[in-house]
């Protein structure tokens, strides 16, 4: 079965910018859409945004849309969040998360472990 | 952007119990449901995929069901580690949304 592994969460001041990084294995990358998909202390879980196997279509949150951009590295198995004017209402538990089909609306079956991002001055 | 409804927030249930979790789209989402358990400090665990598929590895004392804009999970005979949060999400289309979540606690 396949794993996910996220990097990059830290504790950032309100407004400024922060990557985050998934790096994939034990599948074949290229065949998935990928997603990020976070988690709010105490609250749900919140879909974040997505891409399809081979990049054509990308979509995000209406919370983050703008702000945040997600990319993807085919040849290295690996995904980008890039999160721009952060907030504290961006505080949470990042997960990288495989969709089971190559679209982006679909199921989520391969979840990492998320990386945390702490925004406070 | 659609809505997901989930009922109850929370619930109380004793092992060997059967509970049964109701999530309401805003729309017709044509069975694009899926539900995920939650444990504290593991990662999210996908159960059923497109409203009555069970994951491979899942134990069939899960099961859901549903059409058009209501939909349920139903897990037969709790077992001591099926007390977690559970959500349903839609994929019918972006952005994909998460219900709030309900907790099946013990009583």
């Known amino acids: 079965e396949g794993q996910l592994v996220e990097s990059g969460g830290v504790l950032v001041q309100p407004g400024r910018s922060l990557r985050l990084s998934c790096a994939a294995s034990?599948?074949?990358?290229?065949?998935?859409?990928i997603h990020w998909v976070r988690q709010t202390p105490g609250k749900g879980l919140e879909w974040v945004a997505g891409?399809?196997?081979?990049?054509?279509?990308?979509a995000y949150a209406d919370s983050v849309k703008g702000r945040f951009t997600t990319y993807r590295d085919n040849v290295n198995n690996s995904l980008f969040l890039q999160m721009n004017r952060l907030g504290p209402e961006d505080t949470a538990l990042y997960y990288c998360?495989?969709?089971?089909?190559?679209?982006?609306?679909?199921?989520?079956?391969?979840w990492g472990h998320g990386t945390m991002v702490v925004v406070s001055s | 952007d659609i809505q997901m409804t989930q009922s109850p927030s929370s619930l109380s249930a004793s092992v060997g119990d059967s509970v049964t979790i109701t999530c309401r789209a805003s729309q017709n989402i044509l069975k694009f449901l899926h539900w995920y358990q939650v444990t504290p400090g593991k990662a999210p665990k996908l159960l059923v995929y497109t409203t009555s598929n069970l994951q491979t590895g899942v134990p069939p004392r899960f099961s859901g069901s549903g059409s058009g804009t209501q939909y349920t999970l139903t897990v037969n005979s709790l077992q001591p580690e099926d007390f977690a949060t559970y959500y349903c999400q839609q994929s019918y289309s972006t952005p994909i949304t998460f219900g709030g979540g309900t907790r099946v606690e013990v009583k």
């Open positions: 891409i399809s196997r081979n990049s054509v279509e990308i």
């Open positions: 998360v495989k969709g089971r089909v190559a679209a982006v609306a679909n199921g989520l079956d391969i």
């Open positions: 034990g599948f074949t990358f290229d065949d998935y859409a």
